[in-house]
């Protein structure tokens, strides 16, 4: 896995590559079935409360720790390019998926490449300034993303 910080230009970029068909990679991002098996860094686990991936379409969740607090979350999908890409405004939220100001929002490009039966995913996130960038790196987002994706390699390997 290749995690950089840009933080001249306020942005991360991750790049993963998984031993599974883009088919069941992109399901794995775009249903919120699956999304709640991987998302969460472990021992949090996520539950989606609406998921309507379309562009305009709303991701709702809640990141649930194990003693059952909950972070609400939301993304905004703003464009789509079916097996291709997606792109979504995540933020914090309320449970109905009202923007909060706690913490910062972040732009997301996901781009999907099937190559050989494996599928590399390249994840650009884009914030709006330093200390946005800096607070979200401050909150471990390094460390709970790749446990994520290790979680959504569990789940591939899975369903072989």
């Known amino acids: 896995m290749e995690f950089t910080v840009d933080k001249q230009n306020n942005r991360v ?3 993963r ?3 599974a068909p ?3 990679v992109w399901d794995a991002w ?3 079935e699956i ?3 991987w998302w969460a860094p472990k021992p949090w686990k996520t539950r989606t409360k609406k998921l309507d991936f379309s562009e305009g379409g709303k991701w709702v969740y ?3 720790g194990p003693d059952g607090s909950e972070q609400w979350c939301a993304a905004d999908y703003t464009a789509i390019r079916p097996m291709e890409s997606f792109s979504m405004t995540e933020y914090f939220s309320d ?3 009202k923007i909060t100001d706690e913490l910062p929002v972040s732009r997301w490009i996901c781009s999907f490449e099937e190559s050989s039966g494996s599928t590399v995913v390249t994840v650009d996130i884009e914030y709006d300034k330093a200390e946005d960038l800096e607070k979200i790196i401050e909150m471990g987002f390094k460390e709970g993303f790749t446990m994520a994706l290790g979680n959504l390699v569990e ?3 899975s369903i072989e």
């Open 62 to 64: 809640a990141m649930v």
């Open 22 to 24: 883009l088919n069941k």
């Open 13 to 15: 970029k991750v790049v």
């Open 30 to 32: 775009t249903k919120g």
């Open 95 to 97: 449970s109905d998926g």
């Open 35 to 37: 999304l709640d098996q």
């Open 17 to 19: 590559e998984f031993a």
């Open 155 to 157: 789940y591939l390997v």
